[in-house]
């Protein structure tokens, strides 16, 4: 830290990580956490709230909640006017203020909160340098401010994760203990691996403690004795912390976590709940692993953190049946305690992954780590507008009051002819969406102008002479991303360097890429249909005039989708089809491009159901170098088994690579061979569904609900949210009745497990190698397999 003393005064620097406010004296007074050599707090109370006013004003309105007036000159919806700026005199009256003041006009950002207000207004981001000014804790005025290069080794930081006693399956806060917290400080270090339990166990990791008490304050203890700022963990907003605290009153002790001798808050945030700890931050690392799934950067569907783990790394970290942990407390304590540090240190490594790529966020957008940690892309897109819009004296706009709820016409589909089909071409618009946005200025304001304009397919026109907000921000994240990727090809894939640019396109990847969705969410601030249905509009143009150039050149176009091009090669050579490509480029507008995104050998498409068309997104590809692309099956579904899977993903890889069907066949015959002999193992047929409501909420009995059933009556606490992993058995009529969580089931069904999981697994794939339905389905009937022979 420098300082400069100027009388009572002192200059410093300090780096910005987040801001809300608190109540002084009634008045509202700005918090900024700060971190110098530590995390530190500053307050600003020369800030007030304020919104504003389009309509005329009476000179005669008093009300004691607003403290000041003023005209100013503002651009709103498009237009440059002079409206009200209304100051009030706390942030929680500003809603009452509004409602007395709204009979005079329309009234605009009287709901942006009043912490993200005044980071927008003095066009402050986290992670910037601060030269300040200070009197005491009191900030008196920001003298300079730069962007800094942090990341998380910068702070410090603690993974933990919790074991607690479940005899009844899941824990009761009240009377079942914690029974061990693991932890790791500052990264995936073996030397840093500890575990804090009541039972001293042979384990050089072991932290031992005479009782659940102890530990629990032992644990406080630790996060200010190692001064941590950043603490992690799984799901910790909903269970860790929460049961933690429950446990800490019934054990008559303080859970006190935050810097002032506070505990946590829990905040709803729509899809989640998240526990903001005064202080310090914390960063439950769920939410953050279902925003990448939710837009597609993690194929998964089950965010357990063992599939994360694996889907991540490829690997499979330990794992203990959940239900018997208290048995393993009571018999097998050393194999729990390395279960608890091994989800510790899964949840360390998907930190990893994902951290650097929130941070960059967190840089671009302007919200804290903590906000984006729980955000969605659309209030991504919104802040970073709304930070333009002020910078351009822009007021942003309201949320719509009302919608066309009628669905939008979508992309450009040609569906495959199902087969199996050799030498293909497959091409694709880069960013279609953005680019379009961009290159035809398509903006809410810039609608129906006068002049010059792009017109749409379905005739909305566009300015061409004056640049939209949205396409201006949208141009900038995609120019920087260009420039991001363009020097990740000079950096090793290995140094700081190049994870911290990565990281960076990848933010804004997923910044651009939501910008089209954005325009069309009902609740957005921009929110506009024309514009949604002319880039959807425009996108099925130029897909569909590119694929009527390829038959004119002599290709067959085998399958569309949105902003992708299969074509067949035929008797023609890959370099034809690139020379295609560059006299298509050449007639694009703006920053459209087609991409070559690769050339396959070999390729599978299946019909749909009762079709003779195949499926959008269904088919799996052998790459040049011998990889397999699958898209549209059901790998990644919950409600198969494992043996499905496997014998789906066998019989792909089998035609792809080696082009046999007789192998493909016999390979189904063998595991169906093995399932008919009980060859099987039964963790290989387990299917896994997560129950919605709770168990006596349901009018219809499913699979899942029949084996919760059985499982309770059996004296097994099961509640709603419970993962039910269950085997169908042989007795019973319908499968709800047979189905029987793994720990109970004494044997499986393998007339179910042949005709419900591994003939529907391959049927669509075997159907193009000339194998019909009838003969399939005849397969899992018979008791002999004479029928592959």
């Not at 009191?138 to 730069?146: D, F």
């Not at 009240?174 to 270090?189: A, F, R, T, V």
Request: charge should be positive; aromatic fraction near 10%; include cysteine.
């Amino acid at each position: 830290m420098s300082e400069e003393k100027s009388n009572k005064k002192a200059i410093r620097k300090a780096v910005l990580l987040d801001a809300d406010y608190i109540t002084r004296k009634d008045r509202a007074v700005i918090r900024l956490i700060m971190k110098g050599k530590k995390m530190f707090q500053l307050y600003d109370g020369n800030f007030s709230p304020y919104f504003y006013l389009d309509g005329e004003f009476p000179d005669n309105f008093n009300d004691a909640r607003m403290v000041g007036k003023e005209k100013v000159k503002k651009i709103v919806l498009g237009k440059e006017k002079e409206v009200w700026k209304i100051v009030a005199r706390h942030p929680r009256e500003v809603p009452e203020l509004r409602e007395a003041i709204k009979q005079f006009g329309e009234t605009y950002e009287y709901d942006i909160p009043f912490a993200k207000r005044y980071l927008i207004d003095k066009d402050l981001f986290p992670f910037m340098e601060l030269k300040y000014e200070r009197e005491g804790k009191k900030l008196t005025r920001i003298i300079s401010k730069t962007k800094k290069d942090s990341s998380l080794k910068d702070f410090n930081t603690l993974v933990f994760d919790i074991e607690t006693y479940n005899p009844q399956g899941i824990p009761r806060e009240k009377q079942d203990p914690i029974l061990m917290i693991g932890y790791e400080e500052n990264g995936s270090l073996p030397q840093k691996k500890k575990l804090m339990t009541s039972k001293k166990l042979p384990l050089d990791f072991i932290e031992h403690y005479e009782d659940e008490k102890s530990m629990l304050e032992g644990f406080t203890q630790k996060l200010k004795e190692k001064d941590i700022e950043i603490l992690f963990g799984y799901n910790s907003s909903a269970f860790d912390l929460p049961y933690m605290r429950a446990r800490a009153d019934a054990l008559k002790t303080n859970f006190l976590i935050g810097r002032d001798s506070s505990s946590f808050k829990i905040q709803n945030r729509g899809f989640y709940t998240v526990a903001k700890v005064n202080g310090r931050m914390h960063l439950d690392v769920y939410p953050i692993v279902r925003f990448f799934g939710i837009i597609g950067a993690l194929k998964i569907t089950s965010f357990t953190l063992e599939n994360v783990y694996a889907e991540m790394s490829g690997k499979r970290k330990m794992n203990v049946e959940k239900m018997k942990i208290w048995e393993l407390w009571d018999q097998k304590p050393e194999v729990l305690a390395k279960y608890c540090s091994a989800d510790v240190m899964a949840t360390s490594e998907i930190i990893k992954r994902f951290i650097p790529t929130i941070f960059a966020l967190s840089k671009t957008v302007g919200l804290s780590l903590f906000d984006i940690s729980s955000s969605t892309s659309s209030l991504l897109v919104e802040t970073l507008l709304m930070r333009e819009a002020s910078k351009e004296n822009m007021v942003s706009p309201n949320r719509p009051k009302g919608y066309d709820p009628t669905p939008i016409k979508g992309a450009y589909v040609k569906l495959p002819e199902p087969g199996v089909y050799e030498n293909m071409i497959v091409f694709d618009f880069r960013g279609l969406y953005p680019s379009i946005i961009c290159s035809h200025n398509v903006d809410p304001f810039t609608i129906d102008c006068e002049g010059e304009a792009f017109v749409s397919p379905l005739g909305h026109r566009f300015c061409k002479d004056k640049m939209g907000l949205v396409p201006k921000v949208l141009g900038k994240i995609l120019e920087l991303r260009a420039e991001c990727k363009k020097k990740l090809k000079t950096l090793s894939r290995n140094s700081e360097e190049y994870e911290k640019i990565n990281a960076m396109q990848q933010a804004l990847k997923i910044l651009a890429n939501s910008f089209y969705g954005y325009l069309l969410y009902v609740n957005s601030r921009w929110y506009s249909r024309r514009c949604g249905e002319s880039i959807t509009a425009w996108g099925r143009y130029y897909i569909s005039e590119t694929a009527k150039k390829a038959e004119e050149r002599g290709f067959k176009v085998l399958y569309i989708d949105t902003d992708s091009l299969f074509i067949l090669l035929g008797d023609k050579k890959k370099e034809e089809a690139l020379s295609f490509l560059d006299s298509i480029n050449c007639e694009l507008p703006g920053n459209m491009e087609l991409e070559f995104e690769g050339f396959y050998p070999r390729g599978v498409f299946v019909s749909k159901k009762a079709e003779e068309k195949g499926a959008k997104k269904k088919y799996a590809l052998l790459g040049e170098d011998g990889t397999i692309k699958i898209r549209g099956f059901e790998l990644v579904r919950r409600d198969w088994a494992r043996i499905a899977k496997d014998t789906q993903k066998s019989v792909l890889e089998i035609i792809l690579k080696e082009g046999s069907k007789e192998k493909a066949v016999k390979l189904v015959k063998d595991v169906v061979e093995r399932l008919r002999t009980g060859e099987v193992p039964m963790e290989e047929l387990v299917i896994y569904s997560t129950l919605r409501k709770k168990p006596g909420n349901y009018d219809i009995l499913s699979p899942e609900l029949g084996a919760a059933q059985k499982a309770i009556a059996r004296g097994k606490k099961i509640e709603k949210g419970t993962l039910i992993g269950y085997v169908v058995t042989k007795k019973g009529k319908s499968i709800s009745e047979k189905a029987e969580l793994l720990e109970f089931a004494q044997d499986y069904d393998s007339n179910y497990y042949i005709n419900h999981q591994i003939i529907p697994a391959v049927m669509k794939i075997l159907s193009e190698l000339g194998y019909s339905e009838e003969d399939l389905k005849s397969w899992g009937k018979q008791q002999t397999l004479d029928l592959f022979s």
